[in-house]
């Protein structure tokens, strides 16, 4: 496991946005979505969600995908996703801290998402912090 910056997180968004506008929304929710593919690193992935918190691509768990994520919330009660959904339809990108469960620590601990609208599309990566 080596630690990742909020570099890390941004380049990874950076990078999903060249690969859907080079190879179209189908294909890139595909490969987002494939545990195997090349958008996951350890335990950094992309996830994307709808301009209403639905999510349409997951790294890691494509159970999550279809399902309507808008009022989750992390170990303190906060709705991140709400955040990253409000701050994406108003300012376009942004943070967002929150606190999330880690697989390899088993502990919560704090995370930080950077996220960008692309489209109708809001594509997220988190780093542990």
Do not use: C
Not at 43 to 55: A, D, Q
Not at 84 to 110: F, L, R
């Amino acid at each position: 496991m080596s630690l990742r910056t909020r570099d890390d997180a941004r380049d990874w968004v950076n990078n999903a946005k060249s690969f859907y506008k080079a190879a179209g929304k189908r294909i890139a929710l595909a490969e987002f979505s494939n545990p195997n593919g090349m958008f996951v690193q350890d335990e950094m992935y992309i996830y994307v969600l709808n301009k209403k918190g639905t999510m349409l691509a997951h790294g890691i768990n494509e159970k999550f995908v279809g399902e309507d994520f808008i009022d989750l919330m992390d170990s303190d009660g906060k709705k991140f996703i709400k955040e990253i959904v409000d701050a994406a339809n108003s300012e376009g990108k942004g943070w967002v801290d929150y606190k999330w469960y880690h697989p390899t620590t088993k502990q919560w601990s704090p995370k930080t998402a950077y996220f960008e609208k692309v489209d109708d599309l809001i594509i997220v990566s988190a780093i542990y912090v």
